[in-house]
């Protein structure tokens, strides 16, 4: 069977989706205004794309191509819409830092049917052996949670893939995995030892981690969690097989409160169909 692991296994399990048009301008945007913000030192190709950017967006928005005033006629036009229409959005530095929580609670609460999730961490502060204070404070994590249970009370049934044990910490076990590939040549075996080390230790702790949540949710009526055996990178939402989301929001209180994270949320039965295979 292909979901049964032999061993530790590094691989991300991951999805992608190709944009093109407007939404492009705005994923090119803001990832131009991230890498401006942590960048240690000013870059003028940065700067350079960045104008073009700026000119291509002002382009289409002059030849009626994006803005809030096509929003009624592309999405009233049920036959267009679903060949593909999509907006990208993010939760930014300069904006709502919190806005792709509010948008996707928005979704789970008007979900009619069947949501699926794939996620790299589902973790939240409500379970038995959590400190008191911790399950007091209130946050856009424990709010999505708390949509998520509502919506699966009143029928909507729920599939959700969060990491399998031989997944380990992905990018970071990676990082010590190739440190130790690197240097398992060398005469000196400190660097092979130390980073051998830290990629076991995180494979037998993430799981650790990771599962009782994965666990507790499918405790839930309407909930099936599975764990795939790779790490699972990918983050994805479906809602009633109509919007389809790919992300790099996780499913925990770094990505719903603290950190800025982008969205392409699209409205397309061919991506639909493609994401349910994948």
């Not at 967006?57 to 030849?63: C, R, S, V």
């Not at 729920?158 to 990676?174: F, Q």
């Not at 599962?211 to 939402?237: C, G």
């Not at 409160?257 to 994401?275: R, T």
Request: aromatic share 10%; with cysteine; charged share 30%.
């Amino acid at each position: 069977s292909d979901n049964i692991s032999t061993g530790t296994n590094h691989m991300n399990r991951d999805n992608d989706v190709f944009i093109e048009g407007p939404i492009a301008s705005d994923a090119s945007l803001s990832f131009i205004e991230l890498w401006k913000k942590y960048a240690k030192k000013s870059n003028k190709s940065i700067d350079d794309i960045e104008l073009l950017a700026k000119q291509q967006k002002e382009q289409e928005k002059n030849q009626g191509a994006r803005g809030q005033e096509q929003y009624a006629e592309k999405l009233g036009n049920t036959k267009e819409r679903s060949l593909g229409v999509c907006r990208f959005m993010n939760q930014s530095p300069s904006g709502d830092k919190h806005k792709l929580s509010k948008v996707f609670i928005n979704y789970i609460q008007n979900a009619s049917e069947r949501m699926a999730m794939t996620n790299g961490n589902a973790f939240y502060f409500d379970l038995p052996e959590h400190k008191d204070k911790e399950r007091a404070r209130d946050t856009w994590n424990k709010k999505l949670y708390r949509s998520l249970f509502a919506s699966v009370e009143r029928g909507v049934k729920l599939d959700i893939i969060g990491n399998g044990i031989d997944g380990g910490y992905g990018e970071a076990s990676n990082t010590f995995k190739r440190i130790y590939l690197k240097n398992r040549f060398r005469v000196n075996p400190l660097p092979r030892s130390i980073s051998s080390f830290l990629a076991d230790l995180m494979d037998r702790t993430a799981a650790k981690n990771n599962q009782p949540y994965l666990e507790e949710l499918a405790k839930k009526d309407n909930i099936r969690a599975w764990t795939h055996f790779q790490y699972m990178h990918s983050k994805k939402m479906q809602f009633d097989r109509i919007v389809t989301v790919v992300s790099s929001y996780n499913l925990d209180e770094w990505s719903a409160d603290k950190s800025h994270e982008s969205a392409v949320i699209c409205m397309d039965d061919g991506l639909n169909k493609q994401m349910e295979r994948s």
